[in-house]
Each structure stands twice: as C-alpha cells, then as structure tokens.
T-cell receptor, first 115, second 114 residues
Framework: GAGVSQSPSNKVTEKGKDVELRCDPI?????LYWYRQSLGQGLEFLIY????????KSGLPSDRFSAERTGGSVSTLTIQRTQQEDSAVYLC?????????????FGSGTRLTVV | AQSVAQPEDQVNVAEGNPLTVKCTYS??????LFWYVQYPNRGLQFLLK??????LVKGSYGFEAEFNKSQTSFHLKKPSALVSDSALYFC????????????FGSGTQLTVLP
C-alpha cells in the first residue's frame, strides 16, 4: 500500500485479556519495527524484523509480549495478560531495508488502553 | 550503546521568530541522525536526516539542522516559525555499522504562538 497501515486505531481492553495489534508495511519494505510511545516517555524500541533474519527482540519488556511477521509482510504484535502499564500508543514503522541511512515510514499507531 | 537527549520538553516561540529545538547524541562511532515530527493523533513524519557530507542539512517545511561533531549535537532550526509548526518533535540516532534500529529522544513539544 501507499503507507504503513495499523489496526485497530484504538483498543480498549480489560486487564488480563490478550490483544493483537496489526501492522501492514509498505510493499517492498524489508525492515519492520515496533515501538511503544508512552506519555512523556518518547519512543521505546520493542522489536525489529529484517527480511528472513531472526528478529531482534531485545526491546520487548516482558515475555507477555511477542511478535511475528508472516511472509515478510504483515506483522502482529501480541500482548498476553495485559496490564495497566501496557497502556500506550504502539507504533509500527517500515524501511526499505535495514540499512542505516534509510529513514522510517510510520503508521498512525494503535492506542491501547487497559482498564 | 547509542542514546539521544532532548533537553527541553517544551519550546514556545512567537510566530515569525526563529526557532531551535535542541538535540544531543551519544554513539561510539559515527552517527546517522534524524528528525521526525508528530502531529496530534498521527504517526511520526520524517523531516530530515544527516548521513554524511555537508553539516547543514535542509529538510521539509523549511526546517534545517546542523550536525556538530565536536558538540555531538544536531539542533533543529527554522528561520521563521509558523503556527502550523506546532507539534511534537523527535530526534533520533543510529550508530553506523552497528545498531539496527533508531534510538529516539523523549520529544520536544513546540508551540508557536500567533
């Protein structure tokens, strides 16, 4: 598509429930990133996919968080047993490749609220 | 390790005046530096980047930034601010040849007053 698409745009869930957030990157972009944006906290790196390589999961805050990328395209971020501190905007970005000189194209994000 | 600091949470400037949003970085080697802007309820939009070459980089919407290696800074500037420039600005860094993702600063809220 023309841009990075994320769904849903908003999600309200009860504490303890599982949620899935979806990201559809720009066609042809091999690199895909997930970040979390909390109020006043800036952007926190979560996970990075590059082509068929093993993902860099070094930013995932706990084992309740996982992500996959199917067919080198769409990615799903799953949060199990959600907690109130998981409330944030989850941003997905893609890049032409993992090369350092390319900037990212971001989606509009999913605002997650855990009540 | 790579890191970036935006020392000001909030910058206010009058319309028509010059604006500066500060950014300093820390990397072991050479940096790639970026500025992004975020409007309310939107994702981040790319403004400009420094990869190599001329230290003064020009980007979208009349913004520019100067790479200063000795001061490890990459401040964002614009000669004449517009009310429509009001937004949240993020600086980001990636160390060349090592880290695979950008590290972002905490953001600076720019408010341009009419």
């Amino acid at each position: 598509g023309a841009g990075v698409s994320q769904s849903p745009s908003n999600k309200v869930t009860e504490k303890g429930k599982d949620v899935e957030l979806r990201c559809d990157p720009i066609s042809g972009h091999t690199a895909l990133y997930w970040y979390r944006q909390s109020l006043g906290q800036g952007l926190e790196f979560l996970i990075y996919f590059q082509g068929n390589s093993a993902p860099d999961k070094s930013g995932l805050p706990s084992d309740r968080f996982s992500a996959e990328r199917t067919g080198g395209s769409v990615s799903t971020l799953t949060i199990q047993r959600t907690q109130q501190e998981d409330s944030a905007v989850y941003l997905c970005a893609s890049s032409l490749d993992g090369g350092a000189s390319y900037g990212y194209t971001f989606g509009s994000g999913t605002r997650l609220t855990v009540v | 390790a790579q890191s970036v600091a935006q020392p000001e949470d909030q910058v206010n400037v009058a319309e028509g005046n010059p604006l500066t949003v500060k950014c300093t970085y820390s990397v072991s080697g050479n940096p790639y530096l970026f500025w992004y802007v975020q409007y309310p309820n939107r994702g981040l939009q790319f403004l400009l980047k420094y990869i190599t070459g001329d230290n003064l980089v020009k980007g979208s919407y009349g913004f520019e930034a100067e790479f200063n290696k000795s001061q490890t800074s990459f401040h964002l500037k614009k000669p004449s601010a517009l009310v429509s420039d009001s937004a949240l600005y993020f600086c980001a860094v990636r160390e060349t040849g090592s880290a695979r993702q950008l590290t972002f600063g905490s953001g600076t809220q720019l408010t341009v007053l009419p």
